[in-house]
């Protein structure tokens, strides 16, 4: 199968083999490789024309790759060739001086064969193992455009410092509804503004998880759907805002393909980098600020913590807000000005970030309604939530934390409102963010759903439970929800 992606070189569109994840020039480079190998065994009128046809093939492809850099993926893949290269070419060159051509008896060369073999297929596993993520197509009717912005708060110490100067900063990534914009248009890098900032982020991702980096150079190279400061889509209207917190260690990227989706819907979705916490953060000024935050392994000690690294991003919410409701009034410029409608706000998060957006909706009633993408209730259970809570999780399994969800449960049924959990089979906890498009499938890690069920699983959930409380849509949502897993109703006062 092939599909559509922007090429990350220079923004042109280009061909994947979607099963392989491999682009064109590295599929023509495994069939030299192959090729080479092969013609050994073939009838000796064919071997001459294959193998200067792989050899042709491949240094072509080589060559190439070199401009445009070259995947680690590929060097299992060239390693193999340059074993095999020899033993093809001595035929061909000990025939054109004249002496007879020597090849090693069948039972000698087979295991060098299938040794050069394993070692060239090693390439298309690693691609397909770890790709570059190829984002999915958006559902929407709006294009989507991207900007980011960076705010201080200047009533806020900076409580992972020791500056008393030190004020809050925060980084905010924004997926609004846009304009179409012309064909050709580079589409936004992920996970940074620029190359050095998206390496930087995966270079720390990688670090924080205990990975190689190497293993990881694939989220550079990807473009997403989104247009950089792309025009803001006309019509009038006003639209509603969601707030994202990403997981313990994540960045405000973590779940493009997620806010994109809904940016397609209407939705202007603010994504929050949490310094000190997020495993990087790239300020304007071209500092890089890196996690701090580290558990003890001592799981009371841990909680403790937890729980204040959710009061800083709770608060870190809160101040968002109030600056998009400032930069939707026109006090602060922007293109966005007077398209923001601030009286119909979610708070979302993943993981810790779910946390923080429970945290931040009991503290303030400015939001209207909160989805936890698998994130445990960190901090007070008091006062109770006001607010719909959609709380999604992973299938529960017997290495679940125990008190996950009863916690969580207590906090549903505390609610003043309606709220929901939705437990999904077959996901697990990176599930709920971009982890699926560019990590191994496998189960344990990322869920057994598949790179093109998860997330849109993840996004047609949360649309119906956004378009339920900000928009009123009318339905049954309980009845939309349960057709992806098991649902379970908390309705208000159900725990008195």
Same mark, same amino acid.
């Given at each position: ?116 073999v394993g070692l060239i297929a ?43 100067? #030190?004020?809050r900063t925060v980084v905010v ?29 995966? #270079? ?24 950089? %400061? ?263 006062? %159900?725990?008195?």
């Open positions: 199968m092939w599909h559509r992606v922007p090429r990350p070189e220079d923004g042109r569109v280009t061909e994947i083999i979607t099963g392989l994840y491999m682009s064109p020039l590295e599929f023509l480079a495994l069939v030299g490789a192959v090729a080479l190998v092969v013609a050994r065994w073939l009838p000796p009128s064919a071997r001459p024309r294959v193998t200067i046809a792989a050899v042709a093939v491949l240094v072509l492809s080589v060559i190439v790759l070199s401009v445009v850099g070259i995947r680690w993926q590929m060097l299992p893949v060239l390693a193999g060739a340059a074993v095999a290269l020899p033993f093809a070419l001595s035929p061909l060159l000990r025939r054109r001086t004249g002496r007879p051509a020597w090849r090693a008896r069948w039972w000698l060369a087979l295991p060098g064969s299938l040794a050069c090693t390439g298309p596993v690693a691609a397909w193992a770890f790709p570059v993520p190829a984002f999915p197509e958006l559902s929407g009717n709006f294009s989507v455009g991207t900007r980011v912005v960076q705010w201080t708060d200047p009533h806020r110490p900076e409580t992972f410092t020791t500056d008393p100067h #030190d004020r990534q924004l997926w609004y509804p846009a304009r179409k914009s012309p064909a050709g248009t580079q589409r936004a890098q992920y996970l940074g503004r620029t190359e050095h900032e998206a390496r930087t982020v995966a #270079d720390a991702l990688a670090d924080y998880v205990g990975l190689p980096g190497f293993l990881v150079d694939g989220l550079p190279r990807a473009r997403t759907h989104s247009v950089f %400061n792309a025009s803001v889509a006309g019509g009038g209207g006003r639209f509603p805002v969601v707030l994202f917190s990403p997981g313990s260690g994540g960045t405000r990227t973590q779940n493009t393909a997620w806010a994109e989706e809904l940016a397609s819907h209407g939705y202007v979705v603010a994504a929050l980098d949490h310094p000190y916490d997020s495993a990087a953060v790239v300020l304007t000024d071209g500092r890089t600020i890196h996690t701090k935050t580290v558990s003890t392994g001592d799981r009371d000690k841990d909680d403790k913590l937890a729980a204040a690294w959710t009061a800083v991003r709770a608060a870190d919410l809160s101040f968002v807000l109030t600056q998009l409701d400032r930069l939707g009034r026109g006090e602060i410029t922007d293109p966005l000005t007077g398209h923001l409608d601030t009286s119909r706000v979610a708070v979302t998060g993943h993981s810790m970030g779910g946390a923080a957006a429970l945290q931040a909706a009991r503290q303030d009633h400015r939001f209207d309604a909160v989805i936890d993408l698998d994130g445990y209730p960190h901090g007070p259970t008091s006062p109770s939530l006001d607010q719909p809570v959609l709380a999604l999780t992973q299938a529960i399994t017997p290495g679940t934390d125990p008190r996950y969800i009863p916690r969580l449960v207590k906090t549903l049924k505390s609610s003043t409102a309606t709220s929901y959990r939705l437990t999904i089979p077959g996901a697990a906890h990176l599930t709920f963010m971009d982890g699926p498009l560019y990590l191994p499938p496998v189960p344990s890690m990322v869920g057994s759903l598949g790179r093109t069920e998860s997330p849109h699983v993840v996004a047609a959930t949360t649309l119906a439970f956004l378009d339920t409380t900000l928009r009123h849509k009318p339905g049954d949502l309980a009845d939309v929800l349960s057709a992806y897993g098991d649902l379970s109703v908390y309705p208000p006062g %159900n725990s008195r």
